[in-house]
Every structure is written in C-alpha cells, then in structure tokens.
C-alpha cells in the first residue's frame, strides 16, 4: 500500500512538472502552427535576401565594368604620357574600386534594414548575426548605423527608443546581438583605435555575463519550483 501511495505522489510529481515545462515552452515559442507560421516567413525572407544581395552584387559587377572600361580608353598622347597615366590609374583604381564596394555593401544593408521593419527582435538578430558574417559586410553595417541597433538589442529598456519596441530582446536575441557585435569590432584593423575598442568590448562582455547570471538567479529566487516534499504533504492531506 505505501508503494503504491508513493508510485502515485512521484507519478503526480512527474506530471505536474512536465505540464509546467509544456506551459513554459508554449508561452516562450508558441504553439505548432505558429512555430511553423515563423518558419515559413523567415525562409521567405531568405529568399528575399538572397535575391537582393544578387540584384546588388549584378550592379556592382556592372559598375566596376564600365570604370575598367573607361580607364581603359586609348588616348592621343605619347607612349611616356601612356605609361604614366596607367601608373596613374592603378594607383587610384583599387581605393575607388573599394569605395564602389563598400557604398553598394552599404546600400545592401540598408535595403536589409528595410526589410526589418519589425518589431520581432529574435527576427532582427538573427538577421544582423547573419549579416556579420563576412569583414565587408561589418564595414557596411558600422558605416550604415548598425552599431545602435545592436546595443538597444543588448542593453534597451522601457525608455528606450519604439524601434525595437518596448523592452530588451529574449536572452537568445541578446546572445545572437552580441555575437553580432563581437564580429563588427573584431572586423577592424588591428590599428590603435580597434585594439581599444576590443578591449572595452571584452570587459563589456565580462560585465554582460555578470548581470545575465545575477539575472538568472534572480528569476530563479522569484520563481521556486514547488519542493517534492510540499506536494506529497498536499496530496497525503488530500487522500
């Protein structure tokens, strides 16, 4: 009888806490149809960016195409006059070809940026994560203005700007956000400025973790689990 009685509380246990866990996973990711809703959009605007970094990368070729077609022109000067203005034009053609590249990359995250028109900060982070994936494109996102964006992803509260709407992003948006940001700086040439800007960055990243744990704990202090032994002395007083 008493193995009985005891099979019983841990069974009831057992349920009890995995209708909790199905509770909390259904408020964090939602429901099936609306796991599958996100999925389905996000590879959609995948898709959609995947054709505008075509679009954009096609109009950059182009563009470096005709500047080496018109710094190609023969001209009517002597044989002297032609070696220096080819000497000329090598030396200013690779900085102009690398402003061409970083004002289209520019232009391509702000056509991103656009698309973002959202308040999903998940979404949002994902995307600025995805984007940080190359040195160009950190170039552009620091040129084009997403350092604040990340920093309201990681550090926002209720005052803050209505882009990223009310509050700060999930921890995982935080933790997708600071990768992201962590990409960018390291994406700067190993010059004074970005050895300084690493080195703050790094205690920034110390002091993150610091409060995310004081966070944690926090929520788990305000949030105890019910203990085995409670429960078992409700249903003793209940059977």
């Known amino acids: 009888m008493y193995f009985t009685l005891q099979t019983d509380m841990s069974r009831r246990q057992l349920e009890f ?37 075509l679009r954009l990368g096609s109009r950059n070729q182009d563009a470096a195409q005709t500047s080496t077609e018109s710094s190609t022109l023969p001209s009517a000067a002597s044989s002297t006059r032609l070696d220096l203005d080819s000497a000329n034009d090598s030396s200013y053609s690779v900085p102009r070809r690398i402003t061409s590249h970083l004002g289209t990359k520019v232009e391509m995250v702000y056509s991103l940026l656009s698309m973002l028109g959202t308040h999903d900060k998940d979404d ?66 190993e010059d004074k400025r970005g050895r300084r800007e690493i080195r703050v960055l790094h205690l920034l990243e110390q002091v993150r973790v610091y409060c995310e744990s004081c966070w944690a704990w926090q929520e788990d202090r305000s949030h105890p689990m019910p203990s085995p032994v409670e429960l078992r002395s409700v249903l003793l007083c209940v059977s």
Do not use: F, W
């Open 17 to 53: 806490e995995a209708r909790q866990i199905r509770s909390a996973m259904e408020e964090q990711l939602g429901s099936c149809q609306e796991m599958e809703r996100r999925a389905q959009a996000r590879v959609s605007r995948i898709q959609q960016i995947e054709k505008d970094i």
């Open 124 to 189: 949002m982070s994902r995307t600025l994560l995805a984007m940080s994936s190359s040195q160009d494109s950190c170039i552009a996102m620091r040129q084009s203005g997403c350092l604040p964006l990340l920093i309201q992803l990681l550090h926002g509260n209720d005052k803050d700007s209505l882009l990223l709407g009310n509050s700060r992003g999930s921890k995982e948006a935080r933790a997708r956000a600071s990768a992201a940001l962590h990409n960018i700086v390291h994406s700067q040439p």
